[in-house]
C-alpha cells in the first residue's frame, strides 16, 4: 500500500532550525512529484514547497518561506525533506507531504488538488 510518513517534527525556538522528512512506501518514488503543505486549527492546508518528479530539477516555495526553507529529495532513501531554517511563530503548524505521479521531470506543482497522496502530518511549533 502507498504510504508517506513525516519526520522530524518537534518545538524549536524562533531563529532555530529544524528538518523534516517524508519516507514514501509502495510507489516508484522518483516518478513522483512531491510536495509540504501546512496547517493550523481554522485555517486551510496551504502549499509551503514543491519538487518535481526524477531528479528534482524544480522546486517552487511559498512567498513566506522562500529564502529560508529548502526542499530536497533522495531517490536512494524514497525520502523528500524540507530544511526549515530562520523558524518564525508563525510557522508553528502540523506539516505534510504530499505526492503526485508525474511523467515530465520538470514540473514543481503549487495546488493541493493536484496531489492524491499524504501523509499524516508532523507538529512543528515554533516558540517566540
Known amino acids: 500500500q502507498v504510504q508517506l510518513v513525516e519526520s522530524g517534527g518537534g518545538l524549536v525556538q524562533a531563529g532555530g532550525s529544524l528538518r523534516l522528512s517524508c519516507a514514501a512506501s509502495g510507489l516508484t518514488f522518483s516518478m513522483y512529484a512531491m510536495g509540504w503543505f501546512r496547517q493550523t486549527p481554522g485555517k486551510e492546508r496551504e502549499f509551503v514547497a514543491g519538487?518535481?518528479?526524477?531528479?528534482?530539477?524544480?522546486?517552487s516555495y511559498a512567498d513566506s518561506v522562500k529564502g529560508r526553507f529548502t526542499i530536497s529529495r533522495d531517490n536512494a532513501k524514497n525520502t523528500v525533506f524540507l530544511q526549515m531554517n530562520s523558524l518564525k511563530p508563525e510557522d508553528t503548524a502540523v506539516y505534510y507531504c504530499a505526492a503526485t505521479r508525474s511523467w515530465s521531470g520538470s514540473s514543481a506543482y503549487t495546488g493541493d488538488s493536484t496531489y492524491n497522496t499524504w501523509g499524516q502530518g508532523t507538529q512543528v511549533t515554533i516558540s517566540s
Open positions: 519538487i518535481s518528479s526524477r531528479g528534482g530539477s524544480s522546486t
